[in-house]
């Protein structure tokens, strides 16, 4: 009988020790504020950046407006449709300008969906499409292309969500 407790026994004083030193040696507890727009920011009291980045917003307030629709770019290899691509994109433009925006939506569109097209047929698409140069020549030129057709008050695009479906051959 000793000999089935003595496992038992044993379990249970190792388990009382691990809790005893997970308590005795896990770290303080990090304060963290929530502001009413639900992002969350580490207490940095001495850490410059973060009075950097206030005073940026403050000097420039920007609205982003989520285009309806997804765009969907077939990637061509030798003439076959070798992957689809589909991207959902936003604009950062200044407060106001949503609703001249969505009036101009259509051409807006027509024109993305332009530079989309030469980027997939310049190879865009293939490979490490994500790559850091590759996506910031993407948004570059589609950022380019929102401030010729809606003006100035575009300050970037940005690409919220890019996937690749490959097609079976």
Same mark, same amino acid.
């Given at each position: 009988m000793l000999k089935k407790l003595l496992p038992i026994l044993l379990a &249970?004083?190792?388990l009382g020790a691990g809790v005893g030193g997970g308590m005795a040696l896990r770290p303080a507890p990090e304060i963290v504020s929530i502001d009413p727009c639900g992002d969350v920011e580490m207490d940095m009291a001495h850490d410059d950046t973060v009075q950097a980045t206030e %005073?940026?917003?403050e000097t420039q307030d920007f609205e982003? &407006? =989520?285009l309806n629709n997804q765009f969907v770019v077939p990637d061509l290899e030798d003439?076959? &449709?070798a992957a689809m691509v589909v991207l959902s994109l936003s604009l950062e433009a200044t407060i106001g300008t949503r609703e001249a925006i969505y009036a101009r939506e259509p051409k807006l569109r027509d024109a993305f969906?332009? &530079?989309l097209f030469d980027h997939a047929n310049t190879g865009g698409f293939r490979g490490a499409f994500t790559d850091s140069a590759t996506m910031t020549n993407l948004r570059n030129a589609l950022t380019e292309v929102a /401030? =010729?057709?809606i003006g100035k008050d575009i300050n970037d695009v940005l690409v919220i969500d890019i996937v690749r479906q %490959?097609? /079976?051959?």
């Amino acid at each position: 009988m000793l000999k089935k407790l003595l496992p038992i026994l044993l379990a &249970v004083i190792g388990l009382g020790a691990g809790v005893g030193g997970g308590m005795a040696l896990r770290p303080a507890p990090e304060i963290v504020s929530i502001d009413p727009c639900g992002d969350v920011e580490m207490d940095m009291a001495h850490d410059d950046t973060v009075q950097a980045t206030e %005073d940026a917003s403050e000097t420039q307030d920007f609205e982003y &407006v =989520k285009l309806n629709n997804q765009f969907v770019v077939p990637d061509l290899e030798d003439g076959r &449709v070798a992957a689809m691509v589909v991207l959902s994109l936003s604009l950062e433009a200044t407060i106001g300008t949503r609703e001249a925006i969505y009036a101009r939506e259509p051409k807006l569109r027509d024109a993305f969906l332009q &530079v989309l097209f030469d980027h997939a047929n310049t190879g865009g698409f293939r490979g490490a499409f994500t790559d850091s140069a590759t996506m910031t020549n993407l948004r570059n030129a589609l950022t380019e292309v929102a /401030q =010729k057709t809606i003006g100035k008050d575009i300050n970037d695009v940005l690409v919220i969500d890019i996937v690749r479906q %490959d097609t /079976q051959n």
